[in-house]
């Protein structure tokens, strides 16, 4: 046979731009004028992570380097980075990336996740268990901290850093262009966001040799992109496990939320914080630019 594998991909994350929420049904109901602002049913969507990492990952790369060159890599990279934390769902961004192989890393993925949470979850929490499979793992910082030593050690080795650039910066950069349903068709912004990709990764490439810090920069920006999705992932009802593995009122697995939570999924509230985050990258890089040295 040797066809394609057949991986079930949860119907909560059934899109390539909406994650979706693992836990349908958590909608509360407001009264009708807050409601645009704190309902909600969905995560973040991936377009709106994307578009928050590229400007963590630009101001971060401009912060250590002060050169906007290196900020607009380093937002690239943060904008693929900004939906790694999604890898613990097949049917995510990240997750149909590269078709079944990131699939197959995801469906991995879950499953440790899923493993962990049965390994470290309290008495407490044995009584009503949860799946463990989505937002539980790599939506903690040792996870994000995982996935940015990752980077830094792939970074490592020769052509390394340029590989992990160009592969962050096609993935974040077609989910960023995913919004820009003004400019094109689907087919071909993701074209034109892939192919615009290997211009950070010749970048990298160039900057890379006889350069020591590139391998802790890129893992920086990765760690710091994934930390950028927990923490949008907060602003929802759903939240995120920021305390683990440590425990706070006898759960290990305490989901934190913001005060007020989002209404998430194509709001006024999300678009919002997503068009700003991708206008806020230029405007930082001409500041960076224009200033004295
Ligand atoms: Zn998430």
């Known amino acids: ?5 057949t991986i079930r991909v949860p119907e909560a994350c059934g899109t390539s731009v909406l994650c979706g929420s693992a836990y349908p049904g958590e909608s509360p109901e407001f009264a ?3 409601r645009p602002f704190l309902e909600s049913a969905a995560e973040m969507m ?7 990492g590229l400007l963590t990952g630009g ?9 906007p060159v290196h900020g607009l890599v380093c937002g690239a990279v943060g904008a693929g ?3 790694l934390p999604d890898l613990d769902t097949p049917g995510s961004a990240v997750g149909r990336s590269l078709g079944w192989v990131t699939e197959w890393v995801a469906v991995g993925v879950q499953a440790l996740s899923r493993a962990v949470y049965r390994g470290t979850s309290t008495p407490t929490e044995r009584r009503r268990p949860q799946d463990g499979g989505h937002r539980f793992l790599t939506h903690t910082l040792p996870g994000c901290l995982a996935f940015g030593v990752l980077a830094a050690l792939i970074s ?5 850093a340029a590989l992990v650039v160009l592969a962050m910066s096609a993935l974040g950069l077609a989910t960023v262009t995913g919004a820009w349903t003004f400019v094109g068709t689907a087919r071909l912004r993701k074209r034109v966001a892939t192919v615009t990709a290997f211009v950070p990764a010749a970048a990298t490439l160039l900057f890379a040799t006889g350069s020591g810090p590139v391998f ?4 920086l920006v990765v760690f710091v992109g994934s930390l950028t999705h927990v923490l949008g992932d907060w602003l929802t009802p759903s939240g995120v496990p920021l305390a683990w593995p440590f425990g706070v009122r006898g759960k290990r697995w305490w989901m934190f939320h913001a005060p007020l939570t989002l209404h998430t999924g194509r709001s006024r509230v999300e ?4 068009w700003a985050s991708t206008a806020g990258l230029p405007v930082v890089l001409a500041v960076a630019a224009t200033a004295p040295a």
């Open 81 to 83: 980075a900004a939906l």
């Open 156 to 160: 490592l080795v020769p052509w390394g």
């Open 32 to 34: 009708p004028p807050l």
């Open 46 to 52: 991936g377009t709106s992570h994307a578009a928050t």
């Open 216 to 219: 802790w920069l890129v893992g």
């Open 271 to 274: 678009t919002g914080i997503a």
């Open 1 to 5: 046979m040797g066809g394609r594998p």
């Open 59 to 67: 101001v971060t790369g401009l912060l250590v380097t002060s050169d």
